[in-house]
């Protein structure tokens, strides 16, 4: 998000954090699609802040880049709507066109942010027109429509667009065989104006079944996108995606109150075939709503609002609530990955993840019955826990009876968890924290954990040699109790601020250093550790009471002896040795200053653009990269849709400088990134 705040003559975008952190915003591609046969006024769809973007101030939205004058954007609602139909009628050729927007998202009190509005143009020729209140001769046209979808045929590459405002109940729509292609996909959209076309089940079964299992290779469905539908009252799925169909997308899709029986899925890819989840069958969900608004007493306790059983499924920017059993279930979904979305109330897990390189960033979960996160074993394939996973920037509240984020072995038969990062993230309010009986070289980092009844952080084991090496650093907690090293061997516990208790009984091989914490038991080796019982807090932290634990100018008795676990940054994102600051707990002591986080986005890895619009010349400067990388990658230039445009080595910078010609680029926006690091938008005027 760039900030309204001037800091060395620059806006900052925010592409680092530490802690959790509620204005964390990636742009948020969002996705579309009209015919070519639009009307003046036409809805092409509603563009969405992104979930978890915790606004300041007032939210509107505008058009940075337009195509043609042809299109405009709501400043409150968001609503993109079609504002010269000429520019776009008979403009088509090819089959299809893809059109790009810049939307602008700005917060009054906070900054704003530019991402790309991508609306697929479907050519006319290639285009299908149904109007469940239609009546009279039927052509597929716009004019005369079909009033039925089943009616049509299904041939890959074209449009089916739905009248907008109708709800009608439909039965099953089965397609099979059904091969698209990237340049020419099958769409489902909607066309007019008002209300998403509404798909009511009323007791018909699925609403859309894809695929065969019997078989799988000829059978199967590829490059079928769905915008701006929506799907109610199924009492199996709204979607159900057999083997080994792939490359299907949902986008601004609504599905509310499906399968309430037989142990299914609002929406299920691929989850017949353990096989299957080693190979790469990628989905995308962007801007999507699950939900549950009405109660059944036949509902399933299994029922669940997405399941996914290959990978990778994106799922960016959506919203789900109410589910049954979870919401969000990588059953194989190997790479998958769950960003800028929000997770409420779910009947027993918020997330369950069974396979390896998943990914939970920027997502808010809220009161979970059970669990928020679980990590557990696949019972089919070759017994095996995840391995791999990340979560980070997360905010979990109420995350359940056993524990927000719990790590969970279903048996000694499994092999062990590997390589599992928890950081950055909020926990507050519920039994544990976190707890894991299984794990090797897990990382628990950069955390703020609060308000836990039993622990905040638990690592055991109910079978032997189960646990190596769990490295917890630099996390804050309070309020919950001991933090608990119960079993296995190599526990590392650096740099954290626990008011209470850190306990390793159990354990063997551990070290302890650089703490502040009540006390210490059965650490095997120890240094650096204060016990804050044993200090006048008031000398050491900026307010103990209210748990603001940075430490103060005062706080020279604290010890600089700081660890190396690797980290460049403490909780709060300070830089990380700060000389002769003091270092211990999870806060750096910025020597002069307290830990403002205007000044430390300074200190971040970044790129710097000036002059910012630009008409030809611009300064490139990267901040905070070691010397290696920049004998190694190349400054790139690329258009909107990924073309590069200018490469130049960096051997060829002067330091951590470069100044570059654009001059003779076409005026608009363009990438600036450094290999496949950071990277910056640039105006060129």
Not at 404 to 427: A, D, Y
Not at 529 to 545: E, G, K, R, S, W
Not at 643 to 662: T, Y
Request: proline share 3%; net charge neutral; aromatic share 10%.
């Amino acid at each position: 998000m760039n900030k309204l705040l001037i800091i060395v003559f620059l806006l900052v975008q925010l592409v680092c954090r530490a802690q959790y952190d509620s204005t964390y915003v990636l742009s948020v591609t969002q996705k579309y699609a009209i015919p070519e046969d639009v009307s003046n006024g036409d809805d092409v769809g509603t563009w969405l802040k992104t979930w978890t973007w915790v606004s300041v101030g007032t939210i509107s939205f505008s058009m940075e880049q337009n195509f043609n004058s042809a299109f405009s954007i709501n400043s409150s609602s968001g609503l993109i709507t079609v504002s010269d139909a000429s520019k776009i009628k008979g403009k088509v050729v090819q089959q299809d066109t893809l059109i790009n927007l810049i939307i602008r998202t700005t917060d009054s009190g906070e900054g704003y942010e530019l991402d790309t509005a991508k609306i697929w143009v479907k050519e006319n020729a290639y285009c299908k027109f149904i109007d469940y209140s239609y009546s009279g001769t039927e052509n597929g046209t716009r004019v005369q429509p079909y009033n039925d979808l089943d009616d049509v045929e299904k041939t890959p590459g074209y449009g089916y667009f739905i009248k907008r405002g109708v709800r009608f109940s439909q039965g099953a729509t089965r397609i099979k065989g059904h091969m698209a292609t990237a340049s020419n996909p099958t769409i489902f959209g909607a066309y007019g104006t008002g209300e998403r076309p509404t798909f009511d089940g009323r007791g018909q079964g699925h609403c859309f079944y894809f695929g065969e299992n019997a078989n799988p290779e000829t059978d199967k469905v590829e490059n079928v996108k769905f915008y701006d539908i929506a799907i109610k009252r199924y009492p199996n799925c709204a979607w159900k995606i057999q083997r080994k169909s792939s490359f299907l997308g949902w986008y601004n899709c609504v599905s509310d109150s499906n399968a309430f029986k037989y142990s299914e899925a609002q929406l299920i890819i691929n989850t017949s075939n353990y096989l299957d989840s080693v190979n790469y069958l990628p989905n995308e969900l962007i801007n999507c709503t699950f939900n549950r608004t009405i109660d059944d007493p036949a509902v399933d306790e299994n029922s669940s609002l997405i399941k996914c059983g290959n990978g990778p499924l994106t799922t960016v920017n959506c919203y789900f609530s109410n589910s049954v059993h979870a919401s969000w279930r990588a059953t194989c979904g190997r790479g998958s990955s769950l960003k800028h979305s929000i997770i409420e109330n779910s009947g027993i897990k918020g997330i369950q993840i069974r396979d390896n390189n998943i990914t939970i960033e920027d997502v808010r979960i809220i009161n979970s019955a059970q669990d928020a996160i679980e990590i557990t074993g696949n019972t089919t394939g070759n017994y095996y826990m995840p391995n791999g996973t990340t979560i980070k920037n997360c905010f979990i509240k109420q995350g359940g009876s056993e524990a927000s984020i719990i790590v969970r072995e279903p048996s000694s038969t499994f092999q062990i968890c590997h390589n599992t990062t928890i950081e950055n993230c909020l926990l507050e309010n519920g039994n544990i924290g976190i707890q894991s009986n299984d794990s090797y070289s897990m990382q628990i980092r950069k955390n703020k954990i609060s308000g836990f009844s039993s622990y905040p952080i638990r690592i055991y084991t109910n079978y032997s040699n189960k646990v190596f090496n769990p490295a917890i650093t630099y996390n804050v907690i309070y309020n919950s109790g001991a933090l608990v090293v119960e079993d296995g061997m190599g526990a590392k516990i650096y740099n954290n601020t626990v008011d209470g208790e850190i306990n390793l009984t159990g354990s063997s091989g551990s070290m302890v250093r650089n703490n502040y914490f009540q006390s210490l038991t059965n650490a095997g080796t120890e240094s650096n550790n204060l016990d804050i019982d044993t200090i006048n807090v008031a000398n050491h932290f900026l307010n103990y009471p209210t748990h603001d634990y940075r430490l103060k100018s005062t706080a020279h008795s604290s010890i600089n002896k700081g660890y190396n676990v690797s980290l460049t940054s403490d909780i709060a994102g300070t830089n990380i040795p700060q000389g002769n600051g003091p270092d211990i707990g999870a806060y750096e002591y910025r020597d002069g200053t307290t830990s403002n986080i205007s000044i430390q986005r300074n200190h971040q890895k970044g790129i710097r653009i000036y002059p910012n619009p630009t008409t030809g010349t611009v300064h490139i400067r990267f901040d905070n990269f070691p010397e290696k990388i920049y004998q190694s990658e190349w400054l790139i230039v690329t258009d909107l849709f990924g073309h590069s445009l200018f490469q130049k080595h960096a051997e060829a910078f002067n330091g951590n400088m470069v100044k570059i010609d654009l001059s003779g680029f076409p005026k608009g926006f363009y990438l600036v990134g450094f290999g496949d690091r950071i990277k910056e938008k640039l105006v060129l005027q």
